[in-house]
């Protein structure tokens, strides 16, 4: 079993920053894929940002292609999602997510992925 937990959320003027992190407990860093994804009151929850452990891939929607980046620390046992350049449709909940099966399809979907953190909140204002 793999326990996440986020944290680092907080409110942003847009053009700004935050940095997100994702501690693991349990099975860490046996998973082959982690990811961030968000989710906006009324909206269904999307893909953010996944890392694909062994080789090392990263992937992101196109939303957010060039100005955030996700990366990882073993020693740290942590996750990251570096947001840089934030747009108020950037605010959600913001969940980590970690897949512990061998899975060949996209990164893309949320039901892929077996744990789930708590997530948190990340708002940005105009």
């Known amino acids: 079993q793999v326990q996440l937990v986020e944290s680092g959320g907080g409110l942003v003027r847009a053009g700004g920053s935050l940095r997100l992190s994702c501690e693991a407990s349990?099975?860490?860093?046996?998973?082959?894929?982690m990811a961030w994804f968000r989710q906006a009151p009324g909206k269904e929850r999307e893909f953010v940002a996944a890392?694909?452990?062994?080789?090392?891939?990263?992937y992101y929607a196109d939303s957010v292609k060039g100005r955030f980046t996700i990366s990882g620390d073993n020693a740290k046992k942590a996750v990251y999602l570096q947001m840089n350049s934030l747009k108020p449709e950037d605010t959600a909940v913001y969940y980590c997510?970690?897949?512990?099966?061998?899975?060949?399809?996209?990164?893309?979907?949320?039901?892929?992925?077996?744990?789930w953190g708590q997530g948190t909140q990340v708002t940005v204002s105009s």
């Open positions: 890392i694909r452990w062994i080789i090392g891939s990263t």
């Open positions: 349990g099975r860490t860093f046996s998973t082959y894929v």
């Open positions: 997510a970690a897949d512990v099966d061998v899975n060949p399809g996209t990164v893309v979907p949320a039901p892929r992925y077996d744990y």
